[in-house]
Structures are given as C-alpha cells and as structure tokens.
C-alpha cells in the first residue's frame, strides 16, 4: 500500500473514531439514568420509591409518579419514542469537517497540477509544481516531481531543436553564399568556368553530406534506425573502419593501430545491431581522433570485454588519440549536434559525427563517452550489449 492509501485510511479512522466517541458521549449524556432528577445528578443515588397506592374502583392516583398516564414521570418508553437529535446532529458535523479537510487536502495539488497541465499546453515550459507540493511526501508528490522532470525533459528537448535549426540554417547559409557568389562571377567571368565549377561541385558535396548527416540524425532520434537484430562482429566493423580511415591518416602523418583479441581463448565478439550504423559510429569516432591527431601520432583502436569483468554483457571499443583532448567541462558537450571544442579546425565538419555515434550506440542499447588520458589525447568508449 502507498502513502496516500494510508493517508486515506487514517483520516477516515479518525472520523469514524471521533464520530463514535462523540455519539457515545452524548448517548451517555442523554440517558434517562444519568440524566438530572428532582434536582439531583445521575451519581447520587435514588431511595426507593414507594409502593403505589391503590385507588378506590381503579381510579387514577394523581400522586403515583409511576402511573403511565402521569405527565410528570419519566417513564422509559417515553424516551424511546423521540431520536437522539444531538448525537446526529454531532456526527453529521464531526464528519463534514474532516470530510472538508480531506477534500481540500487532496484537491489542492491536483488543482496545481492541472494548472501546470494548462500552462505547459499553453507554452510555458518554465512551468515547474514542486514549490506548490511543499512538504508533502506522498503520491501527489511524486506526480508532482515526475510532471517537473517531464517539464524539464520537454524544454530541453524543445530548446535543442531550436538550436539545431538555428545552427542547420547557419551551416547552410554559407555554401548557399558561396554558390552564389560563384555562380555570379561565373556569368561575369567565364573563362574561369573550371575553377568556379570546381568550387561549386565542392560546396554542393558538402551540402549534400550535411544534409545526409542530418537525415541519418533524424532518424536515429525518430527511433526509425531499421534492423537492429543482425549478429555483428565487431572485428569486422573494426578492421573495415581502420582500413577506410589509414589514408586519411596518412596524409596527415598518422597512423591507426588496431589491438584486437586473437587466439583460441578470446571471446566473442559478436553483437546484435545493424551494422551498417555501428560502421558509421565508429568511423565517426575514428575519423574524429585522427582529425585531431598531430603529425607523427597514432590512434588507437582496441576491442575489449567489460572492465568490471562481466564479458558475457557487453563489449566495449576504444579510440584513444594523442591529440590536444578535450577541456572536462566540454566531455559530454562534444556528443551534442554541432559542437565543436575549443581546438575544432573550422573547416574540419559540422559537428554532427560524434553526435550520429551516440545516437547510434543508445538505439543499440549501449553507452559511449569520452575522458581526457593522463598522457595527453582523447580516450571514447563505445559500450554495446552482446
């Protein structure tokens, strides 16, 4: 049972506890043996009374306080005929009030609550509740809190939007200015149609791979990301990423190692996922490190089991650079959509790598973040469940 069920129970217990108390008293009160007699209270004690005397021919003797017929007696039955007026009347006001407090004591937060309700439907997603709740700690609550955590969920998810637009719509307008820049010298001047020629084809690639980068975003974030039950072999996708990133690492004066388990005691290495998007993830990730690699380093990726030693879990990927790092507080910023870091190239992408990879690894149930190495560089873990 929950903390409103008890709250319930106990104020209703405490009615009906108070509600009998009080008609038990005045029942007391009331009753014809403790009632007042002949001036005298219902603790002093009554003498005897007499033997009736008997009338001549069974006539009436006026002075027999026990005649039925006496309007001066108090015969019991008397007062059996009339209800206990005052012990309803109590009752009835005993349980109004604590019904009136009940009533107000539950309805106050929901009226809050539908309040908030009105005014998040309404665009106000600052609405918060926990201040009207005050120290309440039952169900309403934590509906309370929830509704607050939601709140919180939606403006983030709301301001987020808001800023990829924004930020979509400056990383577009820049090529969309150079083509057509280029494409009005090219009317002024076109004997130079192959250089601006060229110029166009590259910003229209560029804008092509935004776009497909977005595409891919969208999706992962709609949950629409396709198959995710084929069995993967890491290994594969490893050695596959490793191979297509080595040229990109040559021409910056790098190169790529890959550490994976060999031999009859290595374990498995197969996941289930589409792996078409963990190619993607982790050639992000890859491509990422040796951007940031300087001349003459090496980047690192290594297939590896669990650290907390639970193999048949998870398995876990890492790429560690040699490489400026991030600063701490940007760890977890660099996995949001078009972010860059202090050290970004400003032509070295739109920032939408990284974050692609998180997407990805989260749809497969899995985990990625990144922590700075004690001897310089960027160490991300890619984590996905076996």
Request: glycine fraction near 10%; include cysteine; charged fraction near 25%.
């Amino acid at each position: 049972m929950g903390r409103l069920f008890w709250k319930f129970f106990f104020f209703f217990w405490l009615a009906q506890i108070v509600t009998v108390i009080g008609v038990g008293a005045s029942v007391w009160v009331l009753h014809p043996a403790h009632a007042p007699v002949d001036g005298r209270t219902a603790v002093e004690p009554h003498p005897l009374p007499p033997p009736p005397r008997a009338a001549p021919d069974g006539a009436r003797d006026p002075h027999d306080p026990h005649d039925p017929h006496d309007p001066h007696g108090r015969p019991e039955h008397l007062h059996s005929m009339f209800p206990p007026v005052l012990p309803i009347v109590a009752g009835c006001f005993v349980s109004l009030v604590f019904a009136a407090l009940l009533a107000w004591y539950f309805a106050r937060p929901i009226r809050s609550l539908r309040a908030a309700f009105a005014a998040v439907a309404g665009g106000r997603l600052e609405t918060r509740v926990g201040d009207a709740m005050g120290a309440r700690q039952d169900e309403l609550a934590d509906l309370g809190k929830e509704f607050d955590v939601m709140a919180g969920r939606l403006q983030a998810l709301i301001d987020s939007q808001r800023h990829l637009l924004h930020d979509v719509s400056h990383e577009l307008r820049s090529p969309l200015a150079r083509l057509q820049a280029a494409a009005d010298l090219l009317r002024q001047q076109p004997e130079r149609r192959r250089e601006f020629l060229d110029r166009i084809e590259r910003d229209i690639a560029r804008m092509d791979a935004l776009v497909g980068e977005l595409l891919t975003l969208a999706r992962l974030d709609s949950g629409t990301a396709g198959n995710l039950v084929e069995d993967v072999d890491l290994r594969e996708v490893v050695a596959a990423v490793a191979d297509n990133a080595q040229i990109e690492a040559e021409g910056r004066g790098c190169r790529i190692e890959v550490v994976m388990p060999e031999g009859t005691g290595a374990p498995d290495c197969v996941v289930r996922g589409n792996p078409e998007l963990i190619l993607r993830a982790l050639e992000n990730v890859v491509r990422n490190a040796v951007r940031h690699s300087p001349p003459g380093g090496r980047v690192v990726v290594s297939v590896l089991g669990s650290s907390d030693g639970q193999q048949s879990r998870e398995l876990r990927v890492t790429v560690a650079d040699q490489g400026p790092g991030v600063v701490d507080a940007d760890l977890e910023a660099i996995f949001a959509p078009f972010f860059r870091s202090g050290s970004a190239d400003a032509f070295a992408g739109y920032g939408l790598g990284l974050a692609i990879a998180r997407r990805v690894v989260e749809a497969h149930g899995g985990s990625i973040r990144a922590a700075n190495r004690a001897e310089g560089g960027l160490l991300v873990t890619l984590a996905l469940p076996r």
